[in-house]
C-alpha cells in the first residue's frame, strides 16, 4: 500500500481549488468590457442607460447597468445613446426618442404622472375594500341556519336528543 505524503494531497487540493476559482471569475461578467469596443461606455451613456429599461429578457436590469457581454438589447442602445451624445442631444431627447419608438416599456420606471400611477396606488386598497364587502354580504347570506318552520318533527326530536346529550355530557 503507497502511503500518500499530506503535503502532496493539500498541495493539489490547492491547485484545485484556484483553478476552480479562476474558472469561475472568468465567467463573470464585468459592465463595460465588450471585446469589439468600449469607448461608447461612458458616464453619460451610463446615466442615461441607468433610465431606460434593459428588454433582453434575461434581466431585469437597466442598459446602464446590464451585466450581460455582447446583450442584444444594451449594447445597442448603449452604441446609440454615444452617438446621439456626440451628437449633442440631451438625456431627456434620448429618452424620449427611444420611448417614442418602443413605447412606455422602455423606461426602467414608469412615469409619475397621469392617471396610471394614480390607479397604480389605489387599486390595492380599492381591492381589498370591494373584497370584504363581497365576502361580508357572502358571509352574511350564508351564516343564517335552517329556519325553525322549515324543520320537521323527527329533525326536531334528532336536534332536542342531542341538545340533551350535549348538556349532560357538560354537566
Sequence with gaps: MLARRPSQFSLKLFLAFFGVMAALVGQSAAPGVSPDSTSYWTPDVMRVGQRLACRCGGCRNTVGDCPMLHCESADPKRHRIYDMKQQGASDN?????????????????????????????????????????????????????????????????????????????LE
Design 93 to 169: 431627447d434620448i429618452v424620449n426618442t427611444v420611448v417614442r419608438e418602443e413605447g412606455i416599456v422602455a423606461l426602467a420606471t414608469p412615469p409619475t404622472e397621469g392617471f396610471g400611477p394614480l390607479l397604480t396606488w389605489a387599486m390595492p386598497g380599492i381591492a381589498l375594500l370591494l373584497g370584504f364587502f363581497v365576502y361580508s354580504r357572502w358571509v352574511k347570506r350564508n351564516r343564517k341556519g335552517p329556519e325553525p318552520e322549515t324543520l320537521t318533527a323527527r329533525d326536531k326530536a334528532i336536534m332536542d336528543k342531542f341538545r340533551a346529550q350535549i348538556d349532560h355530557e
